[in-house]
């Protein structure tokens, strides 16, 4: 399955609503979409939130992401990933235009 990266930022609104069982719910959309959480941080810096999950496809991980905003407020920013490994090979196969 493809491995996204979801980059959390909280509202003003969604800082108030923290909670446990929230976080929950959280997890219960993603795995309702076919996510597998890989791991969830909560980060300082440009990002509040740093989730790394594997998505059956790009559909599902667009669905989570507006799933969560609704639920939690939080805006999250959703990037595919691809192993260093794969991107050498892809670059590599890049021929000069």
């Not at 980059?7 to 076919?34: L, P």
């Not at 999250?76 to 260093?84: A, K, L, Y």
């Given at each position: 399955?493809?491995?996204?990266?979801?980059?959390?930022?909280?509202?003003?609104?969604?800082?108030?609503?923290?909670?446990?069982?929230?976080?929950?719910?959280?997890?219960?959309?993603?795995?309702?979409?076919?996510?597998?959480?890989?791991?969830?941080?909560?980060?300082?810096?440009?990002?509040?939130?740093?989730?790394?999950?594997?998505?059956?496809?790009?559909?599902?991980?667009i669905a989570s992401s507006v799933a969560l905003h609704k639920?939690?407020?939080?805006?999250?920013?959703?990037?595919?990933?691809?192993?260093?490994?794969?991107?050498?090979?892809?670059v590599g196969d890049v021929k000069d235009l």
């Open positions: 399955m493809p491995i996204f990266l979801m980059f959390g930022k909280y509202s003003t609104e969604a800082t108030k609503q923290i909670s446990s069982d929230r976080t929950e719910k959280a997890r219960k959309v993603i795995q309702k979409n076919g996510g597998k959480i890989i791991s969830m941080y909560a980060v300082m810096g440009e990002h509040d939130l740093v989730f790394t999950i594997d998505f059956p496809d790009a559909d599902k991980a639920l939690t407020g939080i805006h999250f920013t959703t990037s595919p990933v691809v192993d260093v490994e794969q991107f050498d090979k892809l």
